[in-house]
């Protein structure tokens, strides 16, 4: 039997992450957590603000989801995190090591479009091309899928599920014996 992920779906703001998070966690049978409620409330008026978070700001905020992926092992989960470098991606598999990222990626002016559509988020339109400058893309040492985010929600999680199963398929987690072929 194969024991659920805890699953990190990442990228810069406006790939989806909130939509496409929950719709993978029911597709896994799993709790979904949203990442943005682990900020701080000092994180969120920074954004708000106009101002992009720095590494200090990103820390306390990436231990907690860290701590709450640690407590999923196991049983799985999906939480949203923009992990957009490899130093925060690091901090979370050291918290839980056994994360697996679903990298959310797309054509910029996608994302800037859907960005200026939604309604009632802190993050704005500005900080886009700090995210960009910010975003170290998943290394090949890194377990985990690039997604691409054009289409709808759920062509993009049966995109994200289907990644997921050729990574199982590919690379067993670590600690696990190589299934024979």
């Known amino acids: 039997m194969r024991t659920p992920h805890v699953v990190v779906v990442m990228g810069v703001a406006g790939t989806g992450k909130t939509t496409i998070g929950p719709l993978l966690a029911d597709r896994l049978g799993v709790p979904y957590a949203e990442g943005d409620d682990f900020h701080p ?21 990436l231990d907690a989801i860290g701590a709450w992926a640690h407590g999923r092992a196991g049983l799985g989960g999906v939480v949203s ?10 901090r979370l ?13 797309g054509d910029r002016k996608l994302i800037e479009d859907r960005m200026g559509h939604r309604q009632g988020h802190f993050m704005p339109t500005a900080l ?27 062509e993009i999680t049966a995109r994200a599920v289907a990644a997921l199963d050729d990574l199982d398929a590919a690379t067993p987690p670590a600690g696990a014996e190589p299934s024979p072929r």
């Open 128 to 154: 886009l091309d700090s995210q960009f400058a910010t975003l170290q893309p998943l290394q090949a040492d890194e377990r985990g899928v690039a997604v691409d985010v054009a289409g709808s929600p759920e």
């Open 93 to 105: 598999r050291a918290a839980a090591p056994g994360v697996v990222f679903v990298h959310l990626t």
């Open 41 to 61: 409330q000092a994180n969120i008026d920074k954004m708000s603000a106009g101002t992009p978070l720095d590494d200090e700001d990103r820390w306390p905020w």
């Open 81 to 90: 995190s923009s992990a957009l470098k490899r130093s925060y991606r690091d």
